[in-house]
């Protein structure tokens, strides 16, 4: 082409005529014999090879050059043809220099490559990165996707396949650059390791990072199903705490389905516990006695609401009803005199029974603690007419 333009041209003619002379010399037409060589792709030159129409598509295989050459001639010119791999380097799958070349072509506002190419020439390159290791970057391939639900999409899917759970200096530079350089939500990256957690069947880890994705609803669901009641059997009460106070707020238990009759009763516990444990421990008015008063017995009509969907379930149930019958006793100790029993021990103290019976027998208890709590208001009835008759 050089040959045409500086030799055969006037010195004012364009690189544009000088690109169609040329484009003439290296085919077979009735005018003229075939002077010139093909611009094959600099991997075919020396190679012997004549490969003249691309299988797949028709279209001549050219080296990117020419096609440069031909879009300045041309604005409209075929973009397709000018960022195919095989323009450049014998590999088709190599998208390196096609992508980088894309986006400068895009900056000079050339825009008519098709949405399904760009798609094309994003997924690949990012598949290429991602098949080297270096998936970071490939998320920064494809944020280059100008829809926004396609974009959102493949970046949580890649996420997805590749954010770990354990926290080394290499996934947490690269969640760095993740979030600070190419702004990352961090809550994709926190739903990413939730997915990866429920895959290793770690509940503990699933619940963290969904609490960290804000996904206020699904963490409550998990707490509740898979982690309350170990907690409760296991009395790891600050470790159940820490969940479901975060969750508490209004802002975000208005989002959570049977928060009242699931998390809440289980906060509401725990708090009851607490707060038994203070006032015994420091003088208390008789405010803060009928305040703890009015919280257990709200437990008692509230314990029964919970699901149980397994016998540890039932098991933690009849944990907490048991430790809410021994609670309203001490509260109701504390509210009432104690009056010192006939034929008992010093320190034993009545419990009025018509305060502690309605709450007591709404309490889900298994048949042997419900025996046991009878027996135990049957001797404290017992000893009430004794009392009384003497």
Not at 91 to 105: A, G, N
Not at 156 to 183: D, G, I, Y
Not at 269 to 284: P, T
Request: charged letters at 25%.
């Amino acid at each position: 082409m050089a040959v045409h333009l500086w030799y055969l041209l006037p010195p004012t003619a364009s690189i544009s005529k000088a690109l169609a002379m040329y484009e003439l010399a290296f085919q077979n037409t009735p005018e003229c014999e075939k002077y010139a060589c093909c611009p094959l792709p600099p991997y075919l030159e020396d190679s012997g090879c004549v490969i003249e129409d691309d299988d797949n598509a028709g279209r001549p295989l050219r080296d990117v050059c020419f096609h440069l050459l031909k879009l300045y001639s041309d604005r409209h010119y075929d973009l397709d043809q000018l960022l195919d791999p095989r323009s450049i380097t014998s590999d088709p799958l190599d998208y390196r220099l096609s992508w980088h070349l894309w986006e400068v072509l895009r900056t000079l506002n050339y825009s008519h490559l098709f949405k399904q190419s760009r798609g094309v020439l994003n997924t690949s390159y990012a598949a290429q990165l991602e098949s080297e290791g270096l998936w970071e970057w490939a998320v920064f391939i494809l944020l280059h996707e100008p829809d926004t639900h396609i974009r959102e999409k493949a970046v949580r899917e890649l996420l997805n396949r590749h954010c770990v759970l354990s926290e080394t200096p290499e996934s947490w530079a690269k969640e760095t650059f993740l979030t600070r350089r190419l702004c990352v939500p961090p809550e994709w990256i926190h739903e990413a390791k939730a997915v990866r957690a429920r895959m290793e069947g770690d509940k503990h880890k699933e619940a963290l990072f969904l609490f960290k994705a804000g996904h206020w609803n699904e963490c409550h669901k998990l707490v509740v199903r898979h982690l309350a009641s170990d907690a409760i059997i296991n009395e790891n009460y600050k470790y159940l705490k820490g969940f479901l106070e975060d969750l508490a707020p209004p802002e975000r238990s208005a989002l959570i389905q049977d928060w009242e009759m699931a998390g809440l009763v289980y906060l509401d516990y725990i708090r009851v516990i607490e707060m038994l444990d203070r006032i015994q421990q420091l003088d208390c008015s008789t405010y803060e006695l009928e305040r703890l008063h009015t919280k257990v017995t709200s437990l008692c009509n509230r314990i029964d609401q919970i699901q149980c969907h397994n016998a540890k379930d039932r098991l933690a149930q009849s944990d907490m009803a048991k430790r809410i019958a021994n609670l309203l006793r001490v509260v109701l100790s504390l509210q009432h005199a104690p009056e010192p029993i006939p034929d008992s021990t010093p320190d034993l103290q009545r419990v009025p029974l018509r305060l502690l019976a309605p709450h007591i027998g709404r309490l889900p208890m298994p048949e042997d603690y419900a025996l046991e709590e009878l027996r135990s208001l049957t001797q404290s009835y017992l000893r009430e007419l004794t009392v009384v008759t003497h």
